[in-house]
């Protein structure tokens, strides 16, 4: 990938990270340029058969975080496709724009609030009025493209849950404080996607809109703010590399009260993972005064009838990937010979095993073949059979994968294979009837 694939521009070590990360994904497998015998799409990436497995890593290690080690959250897959009158009331026609520049000089267009006055191309200050862009994609539905056919791709999957909340308030009969999460894909006409994966037009995030009684608002949008920079610490980001930024009122979004971004350090700078928003009552509300159709709580036990406030965790998946990633690379000597290691916790590795024959030899096949029918159904394992097994232990350790299995001609006689951790590379030797319950320990933990 070159710099105007990725939207990187090399100035110094953390771009050098930036770069080893970049070429390590094309090289191994996690992400390619989308359509790239075509000379590539800008700002698209296609996530290859490592970069897959990673990206649902992630997506799941957050779905059992929000949803399914909880009892106060629901999912819901809302459509990608909606009504007009959905994002008019939400004030995304009008309000979700970002300010754009032109430079008179080169003629690049530029985010008038991420350039500080001048254009990042040539350096000239000749720029334009700022002016509002907005960011939502347009499309028809329907063979005839006219007004009456217009819909937009949306742009965050929050609205789906906010316009579902009567739906899903009946049907879960759960009541505040509550939440509804989604994970999905979303779309922005950024002006400067960059960054490789962390600005992008197509994107994935991981949401939660959690309806709380106002008077709980503050407290619930705290508790969330802990929550999630817990899950990100949990899963292998360094304390260092993360802060917490709230909002200065200048700031916030028309709908939020709140807001605080959580943010990694990247090659470039802190910059967001996540923002968590108090939205009041914004959506509901507006969605209750467009449709018609009444969006509240009404508490049988007090015989009190509101409208909640929602607190809002809003991820993005993509980005996480990379933020996982960039913390993960490490470069370490083993018997004086230099490796690339992805020190990925357990659960966000593409392959949790390797099994590894010793050699190509038909005598070890059918062993090898047992060993990875037992792994299998415990976790996502690689079988690897190529090159020397020193080499195939740097590609295990460079793709991230925390164990290997090695079966080798002892094993034929003994029936005991060996255990290769990553980051200490010490080996033990488990009996192939032990492997599976050893497995299971080491997953656990």
């Known amino acids: 990938m070159n710099s105007e694939q990725t939207g990187l521009e090399p100035s110094g070590a953390a771009d050098s990270l930036m770069e080893k990360v970049v070429n390590l994904c094309k090289r191994r497998g996690f992400v390619f340029p989308s359509a790239e015998i075509y000379g590539g799409f800008r700002s698209t990436y296609d996530y290859g058969p490592l970069g897959v497995l990673m990206l649902r890593n992630v997506k799941d290690a957050w779905w059992r975080a929000m949803v399914q080690c909880r009892d106060d959250v629901v999912g819901l897959d809302a459509a990608i496709l909606s009504s007009p009158r959905m994002w008019e009331a939400s004030g995304h026609l009008s309000n979700f724009?970002?300010?754009?520049?032109?430079?008179?000089?080169?003629?690049?267009?530029?985010?008038?609030?991420?350039?500080?006055?001048?254009?990042p191309a040539c350096g000239s200050a000749d720029l334009t009025e700022p002016r509002a862009f907005n960011l939502m994609f347009k499309t028809y539905a329907g063979p005839v493209e006219d007004e009456a056919t217009v819909a937009y791709l949306r742009p965050e999957t929050a609205q789906g849950m906010f316009v579902n909340f009567p739906a899903v308030l009946q049907t879960s009969r759960k009541k505040p404080p509550f939440g509804i999460a989604q994970v999905g894909k979303s779309f922005r006409n950024e002006i400067t996607p960059q960054n490789f994966v962390f600005r992008t037009r197509e994107f994935e995030q991981m949401e939660m809109e959690y309806f709380v009684p106002p008077a709980e608002a503050d407290r619930w949008f705290d508790y969330w703010c802990n929550e999630r920079m817990?899950?990100?610490?949990?899963l292998g980001i360094p304390e260092e590399k993360l802060r917490l930024r709230h909002h200065?009122?200048?700031?916030?979004?028309?709908?939020?009260?709140?807001?605080?971004?959580?943010?990694?350090?990247?090659?470039?700078?802190?910059?967001?993972?996540?923002?968590i928003a108090n939205r009041t009552d914004f959506d509901l509300r507006a969605h209750a005064a467009a449709s018609g159709e009444k969006l509240e709580y009404f508490d049988q036990a007090s015989g009190e009838r509101y409208v909640p406030y929602v607190i809002e965790p809003a991820a993005g998946a993509t980005?996480?990937?990379?933020?996982?990633?960039?913390?993960?690379?490490d470069e370490d000597e083993i018997g004086g010979e230099r490796r690339t290691v992805l020190r990925l916790d357990r659960r966000l590795a593409p392959y949790q095993v390797a099994v590894l024959p010793l050699s190509k030899k038909e005598s070890l096949e059918p062993l090898a073949r047992e060993v990875l029918g037992i792994l299998q159904p415990l976790c996502m394992c690689d079988y690897d059979v190529t090159q020397s097994i020193g080499r195939r232990y740097r590609r295990q350790d460079e793709v991230g994968t925390p164990w290997c299995v090695t079966v080798d001609f002892e094993s034929l006689?003994?029936?005991?294979?060996?255990?290769?951790?990553?980051?200490?590379?010490e080996q033990v030797r488990v009996p192939i009837d032990r492997l599976a319950t050893e497995m299971n320990d080491r997953l656990a933990t």
């Open 97 to 119: 724009t970002d300010p754009l520049v032109d430079c008179r000089n080169c003629h690049e267009r530029w985010r008038a609030d991420k350039i500080g006055g001048t254009c």
């Open 230 to 234: 817990d899950w990100y610490r949990k």
């Open 413 to 425: 006689e003994d029936r005991s294979v060996t255990l290769r951790d990553r980051d200490t590379t």
């Open 248 to 275: 200065g009122s200048e700031e916030l979004s028309h709908y939020s009260k709140a807001t605080a971004d959580v943010e990694f350090m990247f090659p470039w700078g802190f910059d967001e993972l996540e923002g």
């Open 319 to 329: 980005r996480t990937m990379m933020a996982f990633l960039l913390s993960a690379y």
